[in-house]
């Protein structure tokens, strides 16, 4: 967005104010989709923990909290991106990639391999190898054009 900051161009700009009310609608969207994403967390918890037997967990229950947990996680990593899209105009692909490893995480965290084929799970495993080698490839040559 830089390259439509530095024109006096009237469209350009009043274009520009308009994908940043869009970009701030998404926040106040997001926000809400994290708190419904919590209070979704609680009850299903909730409902699981009062049933028979009373405060126990099956391992498929654990795994469903984790999985909702994790996606309440990706979804404040989301709302961070827009804060962060919002406060420097530009999209930071560090935590872009962070996000989606998390994502990625969230998924292998939930697989039921009784449902899935070894294709899919080797799929998954690629996805995850090159999402981990771009992250640590973003972050190697950052710190190497920071000097560090």
């Known amino acids: ?14 274009l ?3 994908i940043h ?8 969207l997001m926000t809400a989709v994290i708190l419904w994403g919590v209070a979704d967390v609680f009850l299903v918890l909730y409902e699981k923990l009062i049933e028979p037997p009373f405060m126990m ?14 996606a309440v996680l990706i979804a404040i990593e989301i709302l961070v991106n827009i804060v962060i899209y919002l406060r420097d105009d530009v999209i930071h692909v560090k935590i872009v990639l962070a996000t ?3 994502a990625i995480a ?4 939930i697989m039921d391999f009784d449902k899935i084929s ?5 799929a998954t495993g690629g996805v995850t190898l090159a999402m981990a ?3 640590w490839l973003v972050v190697y040559y950052t710190e190497q054009k920071a000097g560090k």
């Open 1 to 14: 967005m830089d390259d439509l900051s530095n024109t006096n161009e009237p469209l350009i700009q009043w």
């Open 57 to 70: 967990l099956t391992i498929n229950d654990i795994l469903a909290t984790f999985g909702a947990f994790m």
């Open 16 to 18: 520009r104010k308009v």
């Open 106 to 109: 969230r998924k292998v965290i």
């Open 21 to 28: 009310m869009a970009v701030r609608l998404l926040a106040v």
């Open 133 to 135: 080698i771009a992250y």
């Open 100 to 102: 989606a490893l998390m």
């Open 118 to 122: 070894a294709d899919y799970v080797w």
